[in-house]
């Protein structure tokens, strides 16, 4: 898998604005490495409301995500993050197929913006260098991308009417 560097330099503000993380258990010492660097990164542009939420796996996170902005209309964004590694049977398409669907869904039912870094992977140790404390951490990837989409709906509001 290729890696990139993610540039922070020169990213907009984003203040007073609200985002939902969602995280998956599985793999969860990975994850929060992603998460702990998105939302160093999103407070340093000020996001003022992140809340959090920890999810059995990733299967259940368009789920939450649907929940939680059936509850906040006013919702920027939500992040989600999670790592479904193939094992020896097809169980890791059927839970890759079916949260990348979902996601899809919610985003458009809702008109939310959901960032996606669910990583589904071959070896451990390719989100092992997608979590590491360097400039290739997802979580920055994760953060520099919800900071541009809020600004660009900001500039490019719902046309009311």
Sequence with gaps: MAQT???LEGLPKIANSKVAI???KW????????VERCVAVLRQHGCDMIEQHLLPGCLEIPL???RVAQRNPDLDAAIVFGVILKGDTYHFDMVKDLCMSGLERVMFEYDLPI???VLPVSRIEDV????SDDDKNKGLEAAA?????IDW??????RVG
């Design 145 to 149: 991308a919800a900071i541009e989409v």
């Design 128 to 131: 092992i260098a997608r979590s």
């Design 64 to 66: 939450a995500v649907r």
């Design 22 to 24: 969602f995280l998956s």
């Design 153 to 158: 709906r900001r500039k490019n509001p719902r």
């Design 115 to 117: 960032i996606n870094e």
């Design 27 to 34: 793999h969860r010492e990975h994850s929060e490495r992603m």
């Design 5 to 7: 560097t993610y540039l």
